[in-house]
Structures are given as structure tokens and as C-alpha cells.
Nanobody, 123 residues
Framework: QVQLVESGGGLVQAGGSLRLSCAVS????????MGWFRQAPGKEREFVAA????????YYADSVKGRFTISRDNAKNTVYLQMNSLKPEDTAVYYC????????????????WGQGTQVTVSS
């Protein structure tokens, strides 16, 4: 069983930065592709970023490209989401997710999920 625990969320002013972390335990972390998704109140969960098991391939939603960076440290079993130039529309609960194989931009393609961490960006 794979367990994911997100941290690093909080309240930040527009233009500020936050770094989310997702610690993974259980099975072999380095064999999993990882993704970050977010869900705002009243909206569907949406793709934010994904990274391959090696870290060599990354993918981003157009809305965050150039502002967010996904990375991973397989020695620490952790994936990160560095968020810069935050906007009020980035406000959401952020979830990390894991799947075997190639990264996916579809939430349904992931097998394991964390509990989420709240990010609130004030204007």
C-alpha cells in the first residue's frame, strides 16, 4: 500500500510563493509517476503538474506553466511543487497522486492519493 502525505500549504498574498511537499511511503517510490492536482470549491479536480519516475519528464497545465515547477527526490521519497507568482485563482486544495507507468494528466489515471493541503492566495 502506498501512502501520500502533503504539506506546505497556507495563506499567501498574490505574487508570493509556496512550496508543497508530498512524502510517499509504502512501495518503491522511484517506480511511480507522480502528479499534482487541485480542486477549488464548486469545481472539478484539475491537473496541475506531473513528473516521470526518473524526473526526466515533466508536464504542466497551461494555467501554471512558467510559474510552477514539479520535482522529485527519490532518495527522500518526496515530490515537490514550487509555486511562484501565485494568483487568487490558484486558491484550491492541492493533492498529490501516484501511479505506475507513465505520468498522466487525468485524475482517474492515478491509483493513490494524499489527503490534500489547502492553498489560499489573497488579492
Amino acid at each position: 500500500q502506498v501512502q501520500l502525505v502533503e504539506s506546505g500549504g497556507g495563506l499567501v498574498q498574490a505574487g508570493g510563493s509556496l512550496r508543497l511537499s508530498c512524502a510517499v511511503s509504502g512501495r518503491t517510490f522511484s517506480s511511480y509517476a507522480m502528479g499534482w492536482f487541485r480542486q477549488a470549491p464548486g469545481k472539478e479536480r484539475e491537473f496541475v503538474a506531473a513528473i516521470s519516475w526518473s524526473g526526466g519528464n515533466t508536464y504542466y497545465a497551461d494555467s501554471v506553466k512558467g510559474r510552477f515547477t514539479i520535482s522529485r527526490d527519490n532518495a527522500k521519497n518526496t515530490v515537490y511543487l514550487q509555486m511562484n507568482s501565485l494568483k487568487p485563482e490558484d486558491t484550491a486544495v492541492y493533492y498529490c497522486a501516484a501511479r505506475q507507468g507513465l505520468p498522466s494528466v487525468v485524475a482517474g489515471g492515478y491509483d493513490y492519493w494524499g489527503q490534500g493541503t489547502q492553498v489560499t492566495v489573497s488579492s
